[in-house]
């Protein structure tokens, strides 16, 4: 069975970071990209980006990366303020586009 | 980039269809046969229900359909059930490399 296992939620304070794990099974991993999503709080849903296998990328507070070992991707987010608030989603695909295996989402509440 | 335009809401019978528009540019919707649409139930993860403007992943109903004309995709959705009441969301790669999503659409199936 395809799914990705996300990691539990997180409330964290404002300037702190947190990262957020993502474990796939039933696939090989090193085929797929793995995309990170975000959702706010009764909004819409955001693209962050997206991550090759056993690949790093670092984009300003966000940080991704993917390791095939462990078949694991992690979402690292710095400086954290509320508008980081949201469930944050891992997303099997072999295209930026077209996503077809969603984790279960990971809440972070940014609170002081 | 801004988000594609979705109608906040829109409603139909049990049996009805409904259309649900997603309004891009030139650089992502208009220019690219790469638009998706997912669903999305209270609480759950999307589901994605249509890929590549017209391609549905196996395991979808066939009364979700998809098309393009210019600009604008849309997400037609035949005999309306009560299990389709959901929010809807379509997105599309753009020239930015990075994929842009439409604000959702919130679908009642009176």
């Known amino acids: 069975q395809v799914q990705l296992v996300q990691s539990g939620p997180e409330v964290k304070k404002p300037g702190a970071s947190v990262r957020v794990s993502c474990r796939a099974s039933?696939?090989?991993?090193?085929?797929?990209?793995i995309t990170w999503v975000r959702q706010a709080p009764g909004q819409g849903l955001e693209w962050m980006g997206r991550?090759?296998p056993n690949n790093a990328e670092f984009q300003g507070r966000v940080a991704m990366t993917s390791d095939t070992s462990s078949r694991t991707a992690h979402l690292d987010l710095s400086s954290l303020t509320h508008d980081d608030t949201a469930v944050y989603y891992c997303v099997r695909g072999s295209r930026p586009n077209g996503l077809d295996v969603w984790g279960q989402g990971t809440l972070v509440t940014v609170s002081s | 980039q801004s988000a594609l335009t979705q109608p906040a809401s829109v409603s139909g019978s049990p049996g009805q269809s409904i259309t649900i528009s997603c309004s891009g540019g030139s650089g992502d919707v208009g220019f690219y046969n790469d638009v998706s649409w997912y669903q999305q139930h209270p609480g759950k993860a999307p589901k994605l229900m249509i890929s590549d403007v017209n391609n549905r992943p196996s395991g979808v109903s066939d009364r979700f359909s998809g098309s393009k004309s210019g600009n604008t995709a849309s997400l037609t959705i035949s005999g309306l059930q009560t299990e389709d009441e959901a929010h809807y969301y379509c997105s599309s790669y753009s020239s930015s490399n990075t994929v842009i999503f439409g604000g959702g659409t919130l679908l009642t199936v009176l």
């Open positions: 039933g696939y090989t991993f090193a085929a797929y990209d």
């Open positions: 991550i090759s």
